[in-house]
């Protein structure tokens, strides 16, 4: 696991950023897996500009979502497909046909399941795919104590991750309890994963997922299994790792061919 430690989630975005605008340039035909909420916005916004500024190339990638709460089409403001439009999609010169979120009101749950796993291996596989953190180390919508070799499925949202999504909604009893999502085996598929976390409510969930032990209680330790794991932090939810200035001497004593530009 590759941990990078930045000043702030703004340059951790950027770089963030960075790193998947030279998978899409050194492949055009990329296979992005991406991700919603509060975490990528700012990594979201210099794609936009990267686009808009300095060319980068959209037309021929194609995406594929985590996660998408049961019951909301994606006409529903509170949707990821609706977030993903409004903060992505509709910025950049991407083929729509090309964007994949699971359909959280499909009429067969299980069969769009099953259906998203094949249309990633039609894809050829997810490149690289991009991640946030729960407060309770989930990744994706896998919640603690799930499989770590999970694939795409139908999950009940924990109480906290509902506590810590629900202010969007407007109230904790109007939030979905259910979600379509990426199993974790899903996910370590994918032939790079980049996960960003910032902030000091990350703290304990960035300790147990990068030194803790590799257990389902944290889903996001299982990317100490993947061959090609980047995460992400700022100083703030950087703060309980024993090994910090570890992570730091590592990266300040790569190669330029290992650094991102």
């Known amino acids: 696991m590759e941990v990078i430690i930045r000043d702030s989630a703004e ?3 950027i770089l963030g950023a960075k790193i998947i605008a030279s998978v899409v340039r050194e492949k055009p ?4 897996g991406l991700a919603t909420g509060r975490t990528p916005l ?27 709460y049961v019951g909301l089409g994606g006409d529903h403001v509170q949707s990821y497909r609706y977030f993903m439009r409004e903060n992505l999609f509709r910025h950049i010169n991407i083929d729509q046909k090309r964007t994949h979120v699971p359909d959280g009101v499909a009429k067969d749950l299980h069969a769009e399941c099953r259906s998203y796993e094949q249309r990633i291996l039609d894809a050829g596989g997810i490149d690289i795919q991009l991640l946030g953190l729960g407060r309770n180390g989930h990744i994706g919508f896998n919640e603690p104590t799930g499989s770590l070799r999970s694939r795409t499925w139908i999950k009940i949202l924990s109480e906290q991750t509902l506590r810590d999504n629900s202010a969007v909604f407007g109230s904790f009893e109007t939030m979905p309890k259910h979600a379509v999502t990426m199993g974790v085996g899903t996910i370590l598929d994918a032939r790079r994963c980049l996960l960003l976390a910032f902030g000091p409510a990350k703290v304990r969930a960035v300790e147990h ?5 590799l257990s389902a209680i944290c889903p996001g330790s299982a990317l100490q299994l ?30 330029d061919w290992q650094r991102t530009k």
């Open 29 to 32: 035909d990329a296979v992005l």
């Open 226 to 255: 993947h061959p090609r794991a980047t995460v992400i932090l700022d100083e703030t939810s950087a703060a309980g790792l024993r090994y910090a200035d570890h992570y730091r001497w590592i990266d300040s004593h790569k190669f």
């Open 209 to 213: 997922m990068v030194e803790g032990p």
């Open 11 to 13: 340059i951790g975005c």
């Open 42 to 68: 700012r990594l979201y916004q210099e794609l936009i500009r990267m686009h808009r500024e300095e060319g980068l190339d959209f037309s021929r990638v194609t995406t594929f979502n985590l996660d998408e």
